[in-house]
C-alpha cells in the first residue's frame, strides 16, 4: 500500500513579518520624539491650566507604554524621558518659543534664576518623565506577559496620575462666618478678552468694594489679604484681583506679545466698572501695594468716576530713578562692608535699566541687607513660602504664581521705565490717601515724598507706620484696617 503524498501549497497572500529590532526602534524613538514635539506645540509654557496636568501624565505614560512594547532594552526606561525632555526643550525654545523671561537660558547665581529653573525645567521633566518611565516598565511588562509586572506598573501609573490630579484639585474658599447675606467666592470674569479670576469676600453684600491690587508683576495678594485685613469685610466687600499672568490668571498671560502696561491698566478698569454693576453701586475703593501702587495710580488717573478714593502702599513713583538709587546705594554698601565679590559684580553689571530680570534679580537679593529692621513673626512667614500656597490655591496654582513672577517681570518691567508719575501725574480727581512704613528704602519713600508734595488731589492725606517697611497693611494691619474704616471711608463715602 502506498502513502499518497498531497502537496502544500503557499498561501496566496503570505503574512507579513513581524517588524525585526531595529524597525521596533525607530517606530519607538520616533513616537518619543513626537511627543515631545506635540507637547510642546500645545504647551510650551509646560502645563498650565487644570486639564493639561493630566493630559500630560497620560500622554507620556502612554508613550512609555508604547515604547516600552518596541523595545525591550532597559535602556528605554532613562532614554525614553530624557529625549521626550530634550525635544520638548529643544522644540519650545526655537520653533514654538514664547516671550517671558521663563524662555530664557536660566541663571543659577541668583535666587530667581534657581526658582524659574526649578519650576519650568525640573517640574516638566517629573511631571512627564516620572510616568514615561513607569509606562515603559509597563510596556516591557507587557511584551514579556509578566502579569505582575504588568499589575504593579499599572497600580503606579493610577497613582501618579492621582498625583497629578492632587496637583490640580480645585482650592477652597473659606466661608465668611457669623454674617447673612454675606459673599465668599472666587470667580472668573473675563477682562481684555482673556479669563481672569477674583477673590470676593465680604459681610454684607451692600457694603461698599474694595478692590486691592497685588504687588509684582505677577505675584498674587490673595492669601495675604485674608489674612491681614480679614477685619475690612466688616465694613466692604473685599476683592483681589489675580492679574492676567499671575496665580490662577497665568493662563491668561498669552498672546504674551500683546501684554502691555496700558493692556493692564484697561483689564483693571474693566474690572471696577464689572465690580459696580455686580454689586450695584456707582463707585468703589482702591487699594495697591508696590507695582499694584503703580496700576492703581494709572487706573484712577484714566477713570477717577469710578472711584471713591485710592490707598497706595509702598507707593512707587519712578521704577526706573529708585532702581539707579538702590544701584549707588549697594555699592557704598559694598564698599562698606568690604564686600569684593558683591561690588565685583555690581560694577559689571553697571547701572540700570537692564536687559531682563535677572539683573534686578541679583540687587533684589540685597533689599534686606540695605536698611534693615525687624519685622513682625506673622508678616515673615508671609513672606516665606507658605506665602505662595493660600487656601485659595491648587498647587498648580502655586506653580503658576513662580512662573508667573519671572514671566510678567520679565515682559512688564522694561515698560515701566518710562513711568515718573512727578511728571506724568500731576493731579489726580479722587481722594488719596498714601501709607508709608518707617523702614521702606529711601530709594522709593524719598520719591514718593517729592511726587505726593505736589501732587493736586480733592484730598490728600499720608501716613507713616512707625514699625513697617514695603508693606504697612499687612506689617500694621490693625493700624491699617482701622485707617480704610474711620479714615477713608467716613470721609469719602457720602461723596
Known amino acids: ?43 510650551p509654557r509646560g502645563p498650565v491650566t487644570g486639564t493639561a496636568v493630566p493630559a500630560l501624565i497620560i500622554g507620556a505614560a502612554l508613550t512609555g507604554v508604547l515604547t516600552g512594547r518596541l523595545i525591550r532594552s532597559r535602556w528605554a526606561l532613562i532614554a525614553a524621558p530624557l529625549l521626550h525632555v530634550a525635544v520638548w526643550e529643544l522644540a519650545r525654545a526655537t520653533v514654538f518659543r514664547a516671550e517671558g ?12 534664576g534657581v526658582a524659574v529653573f526649578l519650576a519650568v525645567h525640573v517640574a516638566y521633566g517629573l511631571l512627564a518623565g516620572v510616568p514615561m518611565l513607569i509606562g515603559v516598565l509597563a510596556g516591557r511588562a507587557w511584551a514579556r506577559r509578566r502579569l505582575p509586572a504588568a499589575v504593579v506598573t499599572g497600580v503606579a501609573l493610577l497613582a501618579v496620575l492621582a498625583a497629578g490630579l492632587l496637583i490640580v484639585w480645585p482650592a477652597r474658599v473659606a466661608p465668611v462666618t457669623g454674617a447673612t447675606g454675606g459673599v465668599a467666592a472666587l470667580e472668573r470674569v473675563r477682562l481684555g478678552g482673556a ?6 469676600r465680604g459681610h454684607d453684600g451692600a457694603n461698599p468694594v474694595l478692590l486691592h491690587l497685588s504687588g509684582g508683576p505677577g505675584t498674587s495678594d ?15 466687600t473685599v476683592v483681589v484681583w489675580e492679574q492676567r499672568g499671575a496665580g490662577k490668571s497665568y493662563p491668561a498671560l498669552d498672546p504674551a506679545g500683546r501684554l502691555t502696561l496700558d493692556r ?29 501702587s503703580t496700576l492703581g495710580v494709572l487706573m484712577a488717573q484714566r477713570r477717577p468716576d469710578l472711584f471713591h478714593a485710592y490707598v497706595g502702599t509702598g507707593q512707587m513713583v519712578s521704577q526706573r530713578e529708585t532702581d539707579r538709587r538702590i544701584y549707588r546705594q549697594l555699592l557704598d554698601h559694598a564698599a562698606g562692608t568690604g564686600d569684593e565679590s558683591l561690588r565685583q559684580r555690581l560694577t559689571a553689571l553697571g547701572e540700570p535699566p537692564y536687559r531682563d530680570l535677572y539683573g534686578y534679580a541679583l540687587v533684589m537679593q540685597y533689599y534686606d541687607a540695605l536698611e534693615p529692621y525687624e519685622r513682625t513673626a506673622a508678616f515673615e512667614a508671609a513672606r516665606g513660602l507658605a506665602g505662595f500656597h493660600p487656601d485659595e490655591y491648587s498647587w498648580l496654582d502655586t506653580w503658576n504664581e513662580l512662573r508667573g513672577f519671572a514671566d510678567m517681570g520679565g515682559l512688564l518691567y522694561p515698560q515701566l ?18 501709607v508709608q512704613g518707617r523702614y521702606e528704602l529711601t530709594a522709593r519713600s524719598a520719591l514718593a515724598g517729592e511726587w505726593i508734595a505736589q501732587l493736586r488731589a480733592p484730598i490728600k492725606r499720608t501716613y507713616v507706620f512707625e514699625h513697617s517697611g514695603h508693606n504697612p497693611d499687612a506689617e500694621e494691619p490693625e493700624r491699617f484696617n482701622a485707617l480704610l474704616v474711620r479714615t477713608v471711608l467716613a470721609d469719602t463715602h457720602a461723596r
Open 1 to 43: 500500500m502506498s502513502a499518497t503524498v498531497v502537496p502544500v501549497r503557499p498561501p496566496a497572500h503570505p503574512l507579513p513579518a513581524a517588524p525585526g529590532p531595529r524597525t521596533r526602534s525607530a517606530i519607538a524613538w520616533s513616537l518619543v520624539v513626537c511627543s515631545g514635539v506635540a507637547t510642546a506645540a500645545l504647551m
Open 222 to 236: 490673595v492669601g495675604w489679604v485674608r489674612t491681614f485685613n480679614q477685619p475690612l469685610e466688616r465694613s466692604f
Open 101 to 112: 523671561l521663563t524662555f530664557e537660558r536660566p541663571h543659577l547665581d541668583v535666587s530667581l
Open 195 to 200: 479669563a481672569q479670576w477674583v477673590s470676593m
Open 264 to 292: 493692564m491698566v484697561s483689564d483693571g478698569v474693566e474690572l471696577a466698572a464689572w465690580l459696580t454693576r455686580r454689586f450695584g453701586q456707582p463707585k468703589i475703593y482702591l487699594t495697591g501695594n508696590s507695582w499694584g
Open 417 to 434: 521705565q518710562g513711568v515718573d508719575f512727578r511728571a506724568d501725574v500731576p493731579a489726580l480727581d479722587v481722594p488719596v490717601y498714601f
